[in-house]
């Protein structure tokens, strides 16, 4: 995000400080802040300004109740540093199966408050693993982009979502649990996410382009309706 500097420096050159030109110099080096003690956040998203919850690693439990059934599915959310968060999603998702539904989430050029479920069944694990290492920056870094993977048949699903947290729902997770602990990535069930409270995302034109490349690869071209972000 380096333009953000440079856009501050070329536009805003007063011969005296003010208020409003600290502030916006203030929410330049915020935006460019990658670090929190050990924990670096990816390109996708910043908490806000005032940093109402410090990024951190770890998980906690908690509950899905469908809005329809009623029914309440376990729920394990979890935030990792970005040097081992990938590869703690391609390990959890090898915990699904060998055969698994897709659901690629995109707001790219989205105007309402949630994004649009693009859905394929039936993928082979090891194809899909290798399509998702080749759009490991793009999965990373876009904060308009999320993906799912699951097993209907468990029924099991591991989020990957635009926030660039790791949801897992479903019932055993044990195993979701095992892979997170196995990498440093802890219970605290006092563990606040960067969703609960402001935070900015960030994507380009690039990236979106490259979201596109990621849609077509894997035959996702059926949109569902729909749904709010968590």
Not at 15 to 33: V, Y
Not at 43 to 72: E, F, M, N
Not at 79 to 107: N, P
């Amino acid at each position: 995000m380096d333009y953000l500097n440079k856009f501050f420096e070329t536009v805003f050159q007063p011969a005296t400080p003010t208020p409003e030109n600290r502030a916006l110099s203030d929410l330049s080096k915020h935006l460019e802040q990658r670090f929190y003690d050990d924990f670096e956040l990816t390109d996708a998203v910043r908490p806000g300004l005032d940093l109402s919850i410090k990024p951190t690693q770890g998980y906690r439990h908690d509950v899905y109740i469908d809005p329809d059934s009623k029914c309440r599915v376990p729920v394990i959310m979890a935030s990792a540093s970005k040097e081992i968060l990938f590869s703690v999603f391609m390990q959890l998702i090898q915990r699904l199966g060998q055969t698994v539904d897709i659901v690629l989430e995109t707001s790219h050029q989205h105007q309402t408050n949630g994004h649009i479920d693009l859905y394929r069944e039936q993928m082979d694990m090891p194809v899909l693993s290798s399509v998702l290492w080749e759009y490991e920056d793009l999965l990373l870094n876009d904060g308009c982009t999320g993906i799912a993977v699951l097993n209907p048949r468990t029924p099991q699903e591991v989020q990957f979502d635009e926030h660039k947290l790791l949801i897992m729902y479903g019932s055993p997770l044990e195993p979701f649990e095992h892979v997170l602990e196995k990498n440093g990535i802890y219970c605290n069930e006092d563990i606040r996410f960067i969703t609960e409270a402001e935070h900015v995302h960030s994507s380009s034109d690039q990236l979106y382009r490259h979201f596109q490349n990621l849609q077509t690869e894997l035959g996702l071209d059926r949109p569902e309706k729909d749904r709010a972000a968590y």
